[in-house]
């Protein structure tokens, strides 16, 4: 039986490495291309522009793909169960592929589609292909609990053998035989919204650094993939949070988006490492793809992971509400340049270094502002390019010292931090142009200049510029205190500690040792 498929895109916006795709043509006589605008994703995710932008470049960048296949792109608007009945019946689908999310609100979502295509005589098929490995299998392995340490995590997938090898994309062969049925009013009705369409302000937007699309991911891979010395030598923890340009390859928005296959560049570092010396994980390119790995399997494992409450593995924290020291956060407006240029590269560019997210994650909890990570999660999932909802809850579990780390008493100095790597406050100079002119002894603490130089430099701390919202050696001891006691608390009651025996709890490196662990 020759079948009408559609193929329903999510993640996953690339041709490459897209097993669920090459199921699709797999005795098909006509193929529907779909990528749903669904309104409950960005109703309860305030998605901010830059995302929007990245996404649209990527749709725009896929479609052209298929095209080349002599196919096209629909993008449909509305809630997947209601518009998969009607593309049902309008193009007598018999059946449904799709790229496997084991995301909460997927998992839930893709149920009800599921079922509606049952209800509609709907084949559904689905693949494994954004992750490394099947995180379920990787969970039945540890008896059923995910694995609460990346060594654990390590020892699991190293029993399971290594990823799967990524499939080809399809070609204009395979595709023989296909059709993809469209209209002359194609543009009108399925076409890709542009930023003003989804009711964005372009005025605000500064130059696109990291365009979306599986082209731009491809070439940068390759980019990258030539520079074996420093891909075989690249350590995480060496390289530099407030660098002028990244020091790290910024794939992760392509590989968040799915414009970049994870198994792709899994192999593609296998063939660079192969026969040469290299860095291991944690710390390696390979171990960057075993962490997403290991939070990915943590949020499928862990109930509530995005959440404190609920949170099996979470500290119970008094976390104060505080929304003027939030919004001055967000905002950057601290009165510490340092975090500031950090939010304020975070806004523009939608991108900052995992060391960067760190201080400023510090920062607003268990370091100086005392807030909850929620809300830092909340921000981080708006404006960053590769926000990515098991990362995202990991990564503030981690950095709020809530999972994961324990290590409550080593915070991060938003003064003292970033001088390591930029004495002269280059990077401040940059993002906050407003204190380009002070002195590299000032910068990082222009609120210590004298009056002279403050006008000499043209800013006036607590008018053109904010005074500290808070005295960091104050508050950060005070803060350390109260983190002890919520330390104490848990243990005194295992119900909302991570003592309850979830996975294996042997100690893994934290990130401070990695940070002092010189080449």
């Not at 529907?32 to 960005?42: K, T």
């Not at 595709?175 to 005025?203: A, W």
């Not at 290991?294 to 494992?301: D, E, H, L, S």
């Not at 950090?342 to 270094?353: S, V």
Request: proline share 7%; glycine share 6%; charged share 25%.
């Amino acid at each position: 039986m020759a079948h009408t498929c559609i193929h329903w895109f999510r993640k996953g916006l690339r041709l490459h490495d897209n097993p669920a795709l090459i199921s699709a043509l797999r005795d098909c006589k006509e193929i529907y291309p779909v990528f749903i605008l669904d309104p409950s994703i960005h109703n309860n995710i305030h998605v901010g522009i830059t995302r929007w932008r990245f996404l649209i470049g990527a749709l725009k960048d896929l479609d052209c793909s298929l095209r080349k296949l002599n196919s096209r792109l629909f993008v449909v608007r509305g809630k997947p169960e209601d518009v998969f009945p009607e593309l049902f019946r309008e193009w007598n689908v018999t059946r449904l592929t799709y790229e496997y999310d084991t995301e909460p609100y997927s998992l839930s979502r893709d149920k009800k589609v599921t079922m509606l295509a049952k209800e509609h005589g709907v084949e559904v098929i689905y693949k494994i292909s954004h992750t490394l490995y099947d995180i379920d299998r990787i969970i039945e392995e540890n008896n059923g609990k995910a694995p609460l340490t990346f060594n654990r995590l390590q020892t699991l997938v190293k029993s399971l053998g290594p990823p799967k090898r990524p499939v080809p994309a399809p070609t204009v062969e395979d595709m023989e035989g296909v059709k993809t049925p469209h209209s002359e009013n194609h543009e009108d009705k399925y076409g890709i919204p542009t930023l003003e369409e989804l009711g964005q302000d372009t005025e605000s937007l500064g130059e696109e650094l990291f365009p979306g699309g599986e082209q731009e991911a491809l070439r940068r891979l390759d980019e990258h993939m030539k520079r074996t010395g420093w891909v075989c030598s690249f350590e995480k923890p060496q390289t530099s949070p407030n660098s002028l340009s990244p020091s790290t390859t910024v794939l992760s928005p392509y590989v968040s988006f799915g414009c970049l296959s994870a198994r792709t560049f899994w192999w593609r570092l296998t063939q660079v490492y192969q026969g040469k010396k290299h860095s291991a994980p944690p710390v390696s390119l390979h171990g960057q793809l075993l962490w997403r790995e290991f939070y990915y399997t943590a949020g499928v494992g862990v109930p509530n992971f995005d959440k404190m409450k609920g949170n099996p593995v979470c500290t119970q924290v008094d976390w104060d509400t505080n929304p003027e020291c939030l919004a001055a956060w967000r905002e950057a407006r601290t009165g510490f340049p340092f975090i500031d240029a950090i939010m304020t590269q975070l806004r523009r560019e939608g991108w900052i270094h995992h060391l960067a997210r760190h201080a400023a994650a510090c920062f607003l909890t268990r370091g100086d502002l005392w807030i909850s990570w929620e809300e830092g999660q909340t921000v981080f999932q708006e404006l960053l390019l590769d926000a990515d909802w098991a990362l995202n809850a990991g990564n503030w579990l981690w950095l709020s010292a809530s999972a994961f780390f324990h290590q409550y008493f080593r915070v991060y100095s938003p003064t003292a931090f970033g001088k390591k790597t930029d004495k002269n406050g280059d990077y401040i100079k940059k993002y906050l142009p407003l204190l380009k002119k002070f002195p590299a002894q000032y910068i990082y603490e222009p609120w210590k200049a004298p009056r002279s130089v403050q006008q000499a430099a043209g800013c006036i701390v607590g008018k053109d510029y904010p005074y500290p919202i808070v005295e960091h050696e104050v508050v950060s001891k005070k803060n350390i205190q109260r983190m002890k006691a919520a330390y104490a608390k848990r243990s005194k009651d295992p119900t909302g500690s991570p003592n309850i025996k979830i996975g294996d709890k042997r100690k893994a490196p934290s990130v401070m040792d990695m940070l002092k662990k010189k080449k």
